[in-house]
Structures are given as structure tokens and as C-alpha cells.
T-cell receptor, first 118, second 112 residues
Framework: GAVVSQHPSRVICKSGTSVKIECRSLDFQATTMFWYRQFPKQSLMLMATSNEGSKATYEQGVEKDKFLINHASLTLSTLTVTSAHPEDSSFYIC??????????????FGSGTQLSVL | DQQVKQNSPSLSVQEGRISILNCDYTNSMFDYFLWYKKYPAEGPTFLISISSIKDKNEDGRFTVFLNKSAKHLSLHIVPSQPGDSAVYFCAARGNAGNMLTFGGGTRLMVKP
């Protein structure tokens, strides 16, 4: 099946620093990638939708200047948490979808990144 | 406004018995429903899905039932195994792209 690789799996950083998370589709071209955030014992909340070559669409309440998303190629999307603060500590998960007409309805997920901001 | 709800945060079942996980939704535009299994600190893995034109889909030990009129779906696991212990998320997709809306999850514990 399709594989989505997400790195790093865990990152600990100091408050005020920026952290970049990568999401790669390894065996298919992902025209759309989604970024989710999960707080402990809570559901996955969609943060933004990124389409290759265009600006990301952010969900209400998500600061686009804080969570920078780049989807420069069909196999790579990055999420950069800028000037991270302890309240940004969370589990971030990406998922990828193929293009129009694809049967990639299952939305394959990366393994997630646990961000801890000290 | 939670469009997809899993009202049971946890469920405990004896090994070999049936596990039934429930999910309710409010948006009648959802046309595709999925169940994901998730372990701590890992991404969700796809289990089984069902289109809104069907009322049942079966895959091995997993069966998903959809009741459109009640806006309710359920996942049946039989027989349950200890390795099934995880958090199960119900997700729904509208007819405008692949964006998924997730329920809050149900933690299943299968006791040996």
C-alpha cells in the first residue's frame, strides 16, 4: 500500500525556536496533503490542507503565520512551527492524497511527530 | 460543532467476544466513512471503509454497518483479540475532496 513518511518522529525544542516537520509520499504523487494535530486523548483536528504549488488552506483558528506549510513538490510537504511555545506541544500528523480521479480514498497517514516545547 | 461523534471514550471487551464501536454524524453531505486504528505516538492506520450507498462492508474480522437514516455507523470486531487494543477513530468524508472529519476516538481494551 501507499506509504507516507514523516520526520522527525519526536522533537524537543526550546521556546522561541522554529521546528520543521517533513511529510513525504514515497510511492505515489500526493497532490494534496493534510496536516492534523492531536492533543492527548483527543481527536485529530485538521489544521490545514496543502495543494502542490499553491498556498495552503488553513482551518479556522489556525495561525497561518505560526504554522507555515510548504508543498513545493508532489512528494513533499513541510510544516514549520515558528517561534514555538509550550502550548504548541502536541502530536502532529500528516496525511496524503492522490490527485483527481485517484482511488486514494483511504488517506494514508504519516507516523506522526511528537513536539515538546520546553 | 462536532460533526462526527464517538460517544464512548472507552470500551472493554473479553478476548473472543464481539467489540462494537459506535459513531454518529450530523452532516448529511458525508458520503464516505472510514475507521482508523491508532496506537500512541503513531499515525492512524486504515481499517475499513464504507460508501454511503452501502449499508454493510465486511473484511475478515471487521464489519462496518451504516444506517443513513439514523446517521449512525458501527464497527464490529469479532472475535476480538488482545492485539486489537488501540484507539479507534471514525472518520467521514464529504463530496468535496478528501478532507476527513474525525470523531473523538474510542479506546478499546481487549482483555485476555
Amino acid at each position: 500500500g501507499a506509504v507516507v513518511s514523516q520526520h522527525p518522529s519526536r522533537v524537543i525544542c526550546k521556546s522561541g525556536t522554529s521546528v520543521k516537520i517533513e511529510c513525504r509520499s514515497l510511492d505515489f504523487q500526493a497532490t494534496t496533503m493534510f496536516w492534523y494535530r492531536q492533543f492527548p486523548k483527543q481527536s485529530l483536528m485538521l489544521m490545514a490542507t496543502s495543494n502542490e504549488g499553491s498556498k495552503a488552506t488553513y482551518e479556522q483558528g489556525v495561525e497561518k503565520d505560526k504554522f507555515l506549510i510548504n508543498h513545493a513538490s508532489l512528494t513533499l510537504s513541510t510544516l514549520t512551527v515558528t517561534s514555538a511555545h509550550p502550548e504548541d506541544s502536541s502530536f502532529y500528523i500528516c496525511s496524503a492524497s492522490g490527485g483527481a480521479g485517484s482511488t486514494n480514498e483511504k488517506l494514508f497517514f504519516g507516523s506522526g511527530t511528537q513536539l515538546s516545547v520546553l | 460543532d462536532q460533526q462526527v461523534k464517538q460517544n464512548s471514550p472507552s470500551l472493554s471487551v473479553q478476548e473472543g467476544r464481539i467489540s462494537i464501536l459506535n459513531c454518529d454524524y450530523t452532516n448529511s453531505m458525508f458520503d464516505y466513512f472510514l475507521w482508523y486504528k491508532k496506537y500512541p505516538a503513531e499515525g492512524p492506520t486504515f481499517l475499513i471503509s464504507i460508501s454511503s450507498i452501502k449499508d454493510k462492508n465486511e473484511d475478515g474480522r471487521f464489519t462496518v454497518f451504516l444506517n443513513k437514516s439514523a446517521k449512525h455507523l458501527s464497527l464490529h470486531i469479532v472475535p476480538s483479540q488482545p492485539g486489537d487494543s488501540a484507539v479507534y477513530f471514525c472518520a467521514a468524508r464529504g463530496n468535496a475532496g478528501n478532507m476527513l472529519t474525525f470523531g473523538g476516538g474510542t479506546r478499546l481494551m481487549v482483555k485476555p
